[in-house]
């Protein structure tokens, strides 16, 4: 089973990034897919989440309104857009798949600074 995120990196107040994690071992699409993040000194928390069936979108309240979650279930892949990005957003963000069995990514590391 891998998860591999990728797309992090440096960008400025109020710009954008796309995560994306790409993920292989496993029946993606019978899976939940969430992106968590953790920042320095802080709890990992839940950024947003889309189901396997329907694919409904629930999202952290300190992201509504500027990223959206999205799956491709033909490429086992979940991406995270990420807009008006602010330096709150800075953390290493995780893709995590639930159902049966839980799976974590590695992270990757998004840094919003001027």
């Known amino acids: 089973v891998r998860l591999v995120e990728s797309g992090g990196g440096l960008v400025q107040p109020g710009g954008s990034l796309r995560l994306s994690c790409a993920a292989s071992?496993?029946?993606?699409?019978?899976?939940?897919m969430s992106w968590y993040r953790q920042a320095p000194g802080k709890e990992r928390e839940l950024v947003a989440v889309?189901?396997?069936?329907?694919?409904?979108?629930n999202y952290a309240d300190s992201v509504k309104g500027r990223f959206t979650i999205s799956r491709d279930n033909a490429k086992n892949t979940v991406d995270l857009q990420m807009n008006s990005l602010k330096p709150e957003d800075t953390a290493v963000y995780y893709c995590y798949a639930r159902r049966l069995y839980r799976y974590w990514g590695s992270g990757t590391q998004v840094t919003v600074s001027s």
């Open positions: 071992g496993f029946t993606f699409s019978g899976y939940d």
């Open positions: 889309i189901t396997s069936i329907g694919g409904s979108t």
